[in-house]
């Protein structure tokens, strides 16, 4: 049997089915799915991405049974649509679409009213009974083969737009605002004038047969998966170049045959914040495109749909509840109303901001369409995206302030929540410049509205702000995907590119000037506005909200307690003295990695008096000056973790951190200072700073190097928190020590600082008349000791990854400069992620499993750990699920985030 090639949809049947998405493409799979549940989606065919690898593959040629199969297919539409492709009397015209695995919007090519020519727009008058129409529908299909299959598309922003020009030429000329405003005989005129244009510019005539139009448009959509926007944007979102795309030809229904039509845009609910209802953009007498384009802003579905096509409004809103019931999420949809009668062309899973992801999953577990462990899916909250909730968010007082003093300046749709405040830019180019400059440079692209070309620029700004365009304008869309704040459809905004300014309600401001946007009301203030914590912050850390004022906080401990059911890695979190409120508002179930060294940076006078000492006894002198700090700082930490376990890291950077040449000759007094409370000369101290000095000190003196040259920084660390924790046991709190060891190299360096710690535990137990449960570990974080692990687990009790060290170490990449190349290796597809963002699982992971499997070989209940950035990542958290770990570490905002990943994986594995 010849290989199936082609999928039709047509008469409440579908050869394919939603589960068919890698074989038939997103919007193929579904339109086969909604056929299969009933809806009313007009008839066509899918032909599978397989053509597409098979075009690339053999120098973008079919594969020979395509011709009849597709042949085959489109009589099948003629038959259940009634009419004829290409017909004198009773023409039927189709559109073709692309459709990928996952929606890329805006990237790649679709073109309407296919088989239109000078004598089907003669039978179309006929039929409809309305010439403007036919009319219209030619001119928009020349216009778009014209621009996606004869190339005259523009691809900058600089080349010219022939047939817009054109369009605008005639509009001017008729003295009319909008297409839809130019009679039979102007669009007759512009189908003469836009044939010559394509003449001229490709030297090619507009190709009159049907069958011809139809093939070159599905040429055009296999050759649009290689355009350079669409290879940009699978880079950006890691969808692979093999994937290929499907092609959809679909029979033509109209949105632009009178009033009584229309064409939209919808979400079955709100996915900026995620208020339920049916909600969108609707154009009456207007045609596909027209109303993402951003050219008449759209009407809302949920304001006055209900009135112009009140039972069209009821169907839609029907079909949006068989919708999420049938697919249990909430979908983005595409429809046309054609005289009264509602038509879907398009669904899938809605995307929308981590805000709207968390309401929406909560909603729909609470209205009984999922179960908790659905709700909990990767697919519905990227864990990353529980970001969003913690963001700050606008000061209420901060607003009414700038609204008395006259500085709100517009307001748009809302469409990203969040508060963002930053410098107008115009040009996504520019955006990207300065961003190069600056990575802290905080930027608001203000467009007219955005185009696929703009991705770059948005991807930098802290926020987007258009002029034109409704909810389900490339600019909401886009921004929703990357969780960006963001207002669209601003209407009373005046964006002049040339002169460089926006202007709204009597303000202007020019590129550069500050500007605040309000993603959750759609405000646009001029200047900056104070910002204050989210809700979940003011609830959990402030305590400046009871949490059953905040609708937010509610939902998201709703959330958090089903995560909490089932995840089975805990999460800790790294914290000084400091932090521990934070980390314990955010449920943390110890703390992972204290770093003592932070700790000094409050005492950094004896601090340096102890790196200044040249005898011990000088060393040890200073020691005893910060004896009692550290102690004080362990109390503070162990009193906010109580009985929850807390690592300590016993000093690991290399001292030149804490005093360099730079320190002494930026504080002039400092040297004499140190040298009066050491009792050395200036001389020595600068000759002590001389000695420090390292070339490569991340490879150099540090970690338990320092602790083993100077046994008695270890014994003093030592000291401060077993007397802090033995204090605090007779106190009555049950403290849990880990003391941890870090670079360890050597199961000997280990002994070294093990012996210290222990006999000095045992003598201030003796000292205090109590004993302490703790215990010793040590850091992995060089590939030595992820290779000897079975040797160390003999000293060590618990393990814990440093994958920032272990990252540098294995691959030999410093942390401090891999930033020259590393760009340029991801563009060029040398390496997928940033290792240090995400665990390198395949080098480093490995490392990590060796040392997992050795070290409990060794100590069965060896306890483990990790504690680098990569702690609060979620496919770095999913990781060490996996590989079996017991708790992952991360910094306190990152808790929830690490809860969910962990959750996810546990239900997923
Ligand atoms: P994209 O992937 O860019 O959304 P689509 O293939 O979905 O492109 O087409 C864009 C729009 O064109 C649709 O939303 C719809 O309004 C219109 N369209 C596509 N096919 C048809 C059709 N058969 N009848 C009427 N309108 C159509
Ligand atoms: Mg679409
Ligand atoms: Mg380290």
């Excluded at 203000?446 to 490339?474: C, N, Q, Y």
């Excluded at 449920?587 to 990695?593: A, H």
């Excluded at 990790?866 to 699920?881: A, L, Q, R, Y």
Aim: glycine residues 10%; charged residues 25%; negative net charge.
């Amino acid at each position: 049997m010849a290989t199936k090639y082609v999928y039709s949809f047509s008469g409440g049947k579908g050869e394919g089915n939603g589960k068919m998405k890698a074989e038939l493409g997103g919007k193929g799979a579904n339109l086969a799915e909604m056929c299969n549940i009933g809806l009313p989606v007009p008839a066509g065919f899918t032909i599978g991405t397989e053509v597409c690898n098979y075009y690339y593959a053999n120098d973008r040629k079919y594969p020979p049974e395509l011709k009849a199969q597709v042949e085959a297919a489109l009589k099948e539409v003629e038959k259940v649509m009634g009419g004829e492709f290409g017909s004198k009397t009773n023409p039927l015209l189709f559109s073709c679409r692309s459709g990928a695995r996952e929606s890329m919007p805006g990237m790649m090519d679709t073109v309407l009213n296919i088989g239109m020519n000078d004598e089907t727009v003669i039978s179309l008058a006929k039929k409809s009974g309305d010439e403007r129409f036919a009319w219209d529908s030619y001119r928009r299909f020349i216009q778009m083969y014209g621009d996606v299959v004869m190339g005259l598309k523009p691809q900058t922003k600089t080349d010219p737009d022939h047939f817009e020009e054109l369009l605008e030429h005639k509009r001017e000329k008729a003295g009319v605002k909008f297409d839809n405003e130019l009679t039979a005989e102007q669009l007759k005129e512009l189908v003469a004038e836009y044939k010559a244009v394509i003449k001229k510019h490709t030297g090619s005539e507009f190709p009159t047969d049907p069958m011809e139009q139809v093939w070159g448009c599905i040429g055009a959509v296999f050759s649009s998966w290689m355009n350079d926007r669409a290879i940009v944007y699978r880079r950006m979102y890691n969808i692979p170049h093999e994937w290929g795309t499907a092609v959809n030809v679909q029979a033509m229904v109209f949105g632009n045959l009178g009033d009584g039509c229309a064409t939209g845009v919808g979400l079955t609910r709100d996915c900026a914040v995620g208020t339920p209802g049916f909600c969108g953009d609707y154009l009456i007498n207007a045609q596909g495109e027209d109303v993402v384009a951003g050219i008449r802003t759209p009407l809302r579905i949920e304001e006055t749909l209900g009135k112009d096509m009140p039972k069209a409004h009821a169907e839609l809103d029907e079909i949006g509840k068989k919708l999420e019931k049938h697919f249990k999420e909430v979908q983005d949809v595409e429809f046309t109303i054609q005289e009264g009668r509602v038509w879907m062309l398009q669904t899938r899973n809605a995307k929308r901001t981590g805000f709207a992801a968390v309401r929406i999953a909560v909603d729909l577990v609470n209205e009984g369409l999922i179960t908790e462990k659905e709700a909990l899916q990767k697919r519905r909250i990227p864990a990353d995206d529980l970001n969003q909730l913690l963001q700050p968010i606008f000061d209420t007082e901060a607003k009414k302030k700038a609204t008395k003093e006259n500085r709100a300046i517009a307001k748009g749709i809302n469409a990203g929540p969040g508060a963002a405040t930053g410098q107008i830019v115009f040009h996504a180019s520019d955006a990207e410049a300065l961003y190069n400059k600056d990575n802290n440079v905080q930027l608001i692209l203000v467009r007219k509205e955005t185009s696929p070309e703009d991705l770059r620029g948005m991807k930098v700004a802290k926020g987007i702000l258009t002029a034109f365009g409704g909810a389900s304008s490339h600019a909401a869309l886009v921004s929703r995907q990357m969780g960006k704040v963001c207002i669209v459809g601003c209407g009373s905004l005046v964006v002049d590119y040339d002169k460089g300014t926006i202007s709204s309600g009597g303000t202007t401001l020019k590129e550069g000037d500050w500007i605040s946007i309000d993603g959750f009301t759609g405000e646009v203030f001029s200047g900056k506005v104070e910002t204050k914590p989210s809700e979940i912050v003011q609830v959990l850390v402030q305590k400046t909200m009871k949490p059953e004022e905040s609708e937010t906080y509610t939902r998201y401990a709703q959330l958090m307690g089903w995560v909490d059911k089932y995840r089975k890695l805990k999460v800790r979190a790294n914290a000084e003295q400091d932090e521990a409120h934070l980390a314990d508002a955010f449920g943390c179930e110890g703390v992972g990695l204290c770093r003592t060294e932070h700790m000094f940076f409050s005492k950094i006078q004896e601090f340096r008096e102890m790196i200044v000492s040249e005898t011990k006894e000088q060393r040890e002198k200073a020691l005893a000056k910060l004896l009692p700090f550290q102690r004080a700082d362990f109390t503070t930490l162990f009193k906010a973790l109580g009985s929850r376990p807390v690592t300590i890291r016993l000093l690991d950077p290399p001292l030149h951190e804490f005093l360099s040449e730079h320190h002494l000759h930026d504080d002039d007094g400092l040297a004499d200072r140190l040298s009066k409370a050491v009792g050395i000369s200036k001389e020595t101290v600068e000759r002590r700073v001389e000695e420090l000095k390292e070339t490569n000190p991340m490879l150099g003196f540090r970690g338990c190097r320092l602790g083993i040259v100077f046994a008695e920084i270890t014994a003093m660390q030592a000291r401060a928190i077993f007397e802090a924790a033995a204090d605090l046991k007779k106190q009555g709190v049950d403290v849990h020590p880990e003391v941890m060891v870090p670079l360890v190299g050597f199961k000997t360096e280990l002994d070294h600082q093990t012996k210290i710690i222990r006999d000095t535990a045992e003598k201030v137990f003796a000292e205090k008349g109590v004993k302490v449960d703790y215990q010793v570990g040590t850091m992995i974080e060089i590939p030595r000791a992820a290779l000897t692990a079975g040797e160390i687990a003999k000293t060590a009790e618990f393990f814990s990854f440093g994958t920032n060290d272990l990252t540098q170490t294995t691959l030999g990449m410093s942390r401090d400069d891999y930033g020259s190349f590393i760009p340029l290796y991801r563009e060029n597809d040398v390496i997928g992620d940033d290792p240090f963002q995400k665990i390198d699982q395949t080098g480093v992971g490995r490392l990590m499993e060796i040392a997992c499997k050795d070290g409990r070989a060794t100590r069965e209940k060896l306890k483990l750990g990790i504690c680098g950035e990569h702690g609060g990542e979620p496919s770095s958290v999913m990781f060490c699920h996996k590989l079996g770990l017991d708790y992952v570490s991360c910094s306190p905002f990152r808790i929830p985030i690490a809860k969910l990943a962990a959750a996810q994986q546990a239900l997923e594995s």
